[in-house]
Each structure stands twice: as C-alpha cells, then as structure tokens.
C-alpha cells in the first residue's frame, strides 16, 4: 500500500510540473508552441512520447525554418534534460533528441554539435539517477548508457564525415590510415551502444524498448560497416608496415570479441521481440588460425624508416647511374692535367660503383615476379567477395584462404 500510494504521489507531482510548465510557456510568445510540445513530448507520463508532439517539434526543425529557431530547441531541450531527475523525463528527452538526429534536416546535428563547443554537454548525464524506487535506480542506468551512446554517435560523425544511418558504409574503399581512424571511431560507437543492452527491471519497461528499438536498428548498420572495413583491412594487411599492421591487429582482436557481444545482444533483442528477429544480423566468428599468421606476420613486418630508407636509396642509386652511363658512353677519356686543378669530379662516380649492388641485392630487385601475381591473386579475391549479394559468410572464406596461403609460404 505504501509502496503503491507513493507511486500515485509521484504521478500526481509530475502531472502537476507539467502543467505548470506549460503554464509558464504560454507566455512566451516567440516560441510558445514549440515550448509547449516539449513539455508534452517530454512529461512525466510514463509512456513513449506521442507521435502528435514530435512531429511538433520536428516542424521547428525543418530545413526551411531559421537556425536560431533549432538553437532555441537544442537548449530547451538541453535545460529540460539538466533540471529534471525524473527517469522519464530524461529518457524521453533523449529519445526526441535521437529521433530528431535521425529524422530531420542535417541543421539540427550541426547546432547540436556547435552546443556541445560551447561548453554545455548535453548528454554528460554520469550522475543522474532517479532513486525513487528500486526500477526507477534501474531506468536511470540505462538512460545513463543511452546518453553515452548518443554523445558518441555526434563524435563518430566528425570522425568518419557521414552519418552511420542516413549514408552508405564508406569503410570499403578507404586507404590504410583512413581505414585504421574510421574502424576505430566505428568500435567505440559500437561498444557504447552494447552498453545499452537492459539489465534487471530495465528490459521490461516500454519506454526502454522504445528506445532499444532504434538503437538494435542503427547496430546493424554499424556492424555492417565494420565488416566492411575488416575485408579491406585484411586486404591490406600482409602489405601494411609494422606500426599500422600493430594497430590493425588490435582493431581486429577488438572485432572478435565485440562479434561475441553483438550476438549477445541480439539474442537479448530477440526475447524482448525487438527489431523483428530476422532484421537482424546473424553473426559468425571467423577462425582463430587467422589471428596466429597475422601474429607471425606483425613480428616480421618491416618498420616504416627503414622502408622509406630503402626506397630514398634506389632512388639515389637511379640518379647516379643514368649520369655515369652517359659520361662512359659519350665522352673521350679526358687528357692529362696540366695543372693543379681540381680533379675530384672524375674518380667520384669510378668509387660509387661498387656499393651499388649492396642495397639492390637488400631490396630484391634481382628476384623474381611471384610474390606480385600472388598479390593480384589476393586482391581479385578480395573483389569477389565483397561483390552485392554476398553475405557475411564471405568473410570467412577469405580468412581461410589467406590463412592457408601465409602458411604455405
């Protein structure tokens, strides 16, 4: 009785700031219907914001309206998020946010963006908690991880220039450096979002699987495009110097254990009924010889300066030979000298000759061609089983072959 009688208190207080806060924003009269569908969006009520007072909201946020307009909205949003410590509250205030990152024009995550510059975090949200029951200390976790979740989704679009969800995976086509940044930001973005796998009392709320619905969505796209990454990553890896295959191998180890994690999840989402089961991603474990020879390979990588050492040192060795070709050919030998004049450009070329073998023999100029179609033969590979159609099972394929193939060698 007790329990249940501080449970209508608290719904009773909460209708009655609501009410009083729309009160207080029919008197502004600039943004006064925007004001309003805030607080209706975002009340006390412990159900998912209703469809009429987001589409509201969206209205102010539309392409055509004036950015002072979706500033105004970001800090209102941005207020009622600091002040309340009510769970709904702020997870329905979080969830208008990420409907609107998904949803509307580009202005909206550029001013949200520009809002976080000046200062004011939005979503550092690492001490709210609502402790006015023991569900509502499990509700206030998870809108804590769905903050996080949401902060990082903002750094991963400076980092990777696009929007996870609105634009196509670029992760495919990129060269070695870009591909090590982007799977990287793409890693954290994916272990903030399996932070957002409900604990306890918080995998049967409503306003939670609400929530969870997107955030099991946009997983897929993120996997995918991780996935995508990783077949360029072990396209490129055998041919990467030590630094970058180090840190390749450690974007991949990490890839291993999220795929464990990620099927985790989805077998959570499957119980909860979220993301319709086979919408999402059936995920399968690549073999653990692969990770031995790429090992073996990042012990015997070649170091980066002594790389570019080599390469300064052909090119030198072509510079000098073409001169001293062209003064044996054409010119005469030179008569006697008949004075103390200096002598020294003749014997030059004459002492450089024999060191010039030395680093064309380090470099394997001298070898054969089979490593270069071995190379074309990995890559037309590659091409194959990255062709539309091809599903994640492709990735295995190409793990074994290449496996096989550094064994052999």
């Known amino acids: 009785m007790a329990g249940?009688?501080?449970t209508t208190i608290r719904r009773y207080v909460g209708a009655l700031k609501d009410s009083t806060t729309v009160n207080i924003a029919k008197v502004n009269s600039d943004y006064k219907q925007l004001d309003i569908a805030i607080v209706k969006a975002t009340n006390h009520i412990e159900s998912p914001p209703k469809e009429k007072y987001i589409r509201d909201i969206f209205q102010h946020l539309s392409a055509g309206r004036p950015r002072a307009?979706?500033?105004?909205?970001?800090?209102?949003?941005?207020?009622?998020?600091s002040k309340t410590r009510n769970w709904a509250v702020a997870l329905k205030t979080l969830i208008v946010i990420h409907r609107a990152l998904r949803e509307v024009d580009s202005a909206f995550r550029e001013e949200l963006i520009s809002y976080g510059?000046?200062?004011t975090h939005m979503f550092h949200l690492s001490y709210f908690k609502d402790d006015s029951s023991a569900q509502a200390w499990d509700y206030s976790a998870w809108v804590r991880n769905y903050a996080l979740y949401l902060e990082e989704r903002l750094e991963s679009f400076r980092v990777?220039?696009?929007d996870i969800e609105t634009d196509p995976p670029r992760t495919g086509d990129l060269s070695t450096v870009g591909?090590?940044?982007?799977?990287?930001?793409?890693?954290?973005?994916?272990s903030r979002l399996l932070g957002c796998q409900p604990q306890g009392s918080s995998s049967y709320n409503i306003i939670i699987q609400h929530a969870l619905s997107m955030v099991a969505l946009e997983s897929v796209r993120i996997h995918t495009a991780?996935?995508?990454g990783m077949l360029n990553l072990v396209d490129k890896f055998f041919e990467m110097q030590r630094d970058d295959a180090v840190r390749a191998l450690d974007l991949y180890k990490r890839s291993i254990s999220q795929a464990v994690q990620v099927s985790e999840f989805y077998e959570v989402c499957r119980t909860m009924h979220i993301g319709r089961g086979e919408r999402l991603l059936k995920i399968e474990q690549p073999p653990a010889s692969f990770l031995q020879t790429m090992e073996e390979y990042v012990r015997d990588a070649p170091l980066a300066s002594t790389k570019q050492r080599n390469q300064e040192a052909v090119a030198a060795i072509e510079y000098r030979r073409k001169p001293e070709d062209e003064e044996i050919s054409s010119s005469p030998p030179p008569p006697p000298p008949a004075s103390t004049s200096k002598p020294e450009p003749e014997p030059e070329p004459i002492k450089e000759v024999s060191p010039i073998s030395e680093p064309t023999d380090l470099l394997g100029m001298n070898e054969s061609t089979p490593d270069v179609s071995e190379i074309d033969q990995k890559n037309a590979l590659a091409l194959a089983i990255v062709q539309p159609?091809?599903?994640l099972t492709g990735l295995l394929h190409l793990f074994v072959h290449l496996a096989n193939k550094k064994q052999n060698k």
């Open 4 to 6: 249940g009688g501080g």
């Open 179 to 190: 591909l090590l940044d982007q799977l990287s930001s793409l890693q954290q973005l994916l």
């Open 226 to 228: 991780i996935n995508d």
């Open 69 to 81: 307009d979706v500033a105004y909205c970001i800090r209102n949003l941005g207020r009622r998020l």
């Open 389 to 391: 159609g091809i599903h």
């Open 160 to 162: 990777l220039k696009y």
């Open 117 to 119: 510059r000046s200062g």
